[in-house]
């Protein structure tokens, strides 16, 4: 079975320090991997998709095929940047989502 | 644009009571989907859907049943609450479409269920 999975239930850094957010999946040809972020009680938002290699409030993700990785990083940490954080990727064709079990970062003051 | 709503917010039922949770999108896309968020074991495919009149499992099925006979529309049946269906319920959707972006879900904001 696929799976996607984020090794840290939480992460606590102080604010101004460097961030990343591990993400390992199982291999499965070509993935199509995305970061969502949940504000404390609010909806999934999308962060960064792998296709477009884009940077959102900071953050990017590096897809590393050799090592099946999908860490996300930003290199100063904002207080605002404390939420819960999912790494998925898609299943087949039917856009399924394989979601890891998320990493609570916590960024203090 | 709403984008994807859901109702109720909240809810609390007793076990062997039944609901319906509805979800509604108004982007036009083909492709629903049920999610459940339970701590630590982030969010659990129950079932989807790729078009008007199509539903489909996912990991976990049991207990709840769907039904998209609109395509704006993704509804999720409990027949018979458990304690064990307490959870955080999302639905979200994507385009469908097999363009680059085609696969990017949208959430709704949840509903929060309780079984006692």
């Known amino acids: 079975a696929q799976r996607v999975t984020q090794p840290e239930k939480l992460l606590s850094v102080f604010k101004g320090a460097p961030v990343e957010l591990k993400c390992n999946y199982s291999?499965?040809?070509?993935?199509?991997l995305f970061w969502y972020v949940q504000y404390s009680r609010q909806r999934l938002q999308l962060l960064l998709r792998?296709?477009s290699r884009e940077s959102i409030k900071g953050f990017t993700a590096d897809l590393n095929k050799g090592e099946t990785s999908f860490h996300l990083k930003k290199p100063f940490a904002q207080e605002e940047d404390s939420a819960m954080y999912y790494c998925a990727k898609v299943q087949g064709n039917t856009g399924k989502l394989i979601f890891g079990q998320g990493t609570t970062l916590q960024v203090k003051p | 644009n709403a984008g994807v709503t859901q109702t109720p917010k909240f809810r609390v039922l007793k076990t062997g009571q039944s609901m319906t949770l509805l979800c509604a999108q108004d982007?036009?896309?083909?492709?629903m989907y049920w999610y459940r968020q339970d701590p630590g074991m982030g969010l659990r495919l129950i079932h989807y859907?790729?078009?008007?009149?199509?539903?489909a499992k996912g990991e976990v099925p049991d207990g709840y049943n769907v039904s998209r006979l609109k395509k704006q529309n993704f509804l999720l049946g409990l027949e018979s609450a458990a304690p064990s269906q307490t959870s955080v319920y999302f639905c979200?959707?994507?385009?469908?479409?097999?363009?680059?972006?085609?696969?990017?879900?949208?959430f709704g904001p949840g509903t929060r269920l309780t079984v006692t």
């Open positions: 792998h296709i």
């Open positions: 291999y499965s040809g070509s993935p199509e």
């Open positions: 979200a959707s994507s385009l469908g479409d097999g363009r680059e972006d085609s696969y990017e879900q949208y």
């Open positions: 982007m036009n896309h083909e492709y």
């Open positions: 859907s790729v078009g008007e009149g199509t539903t």
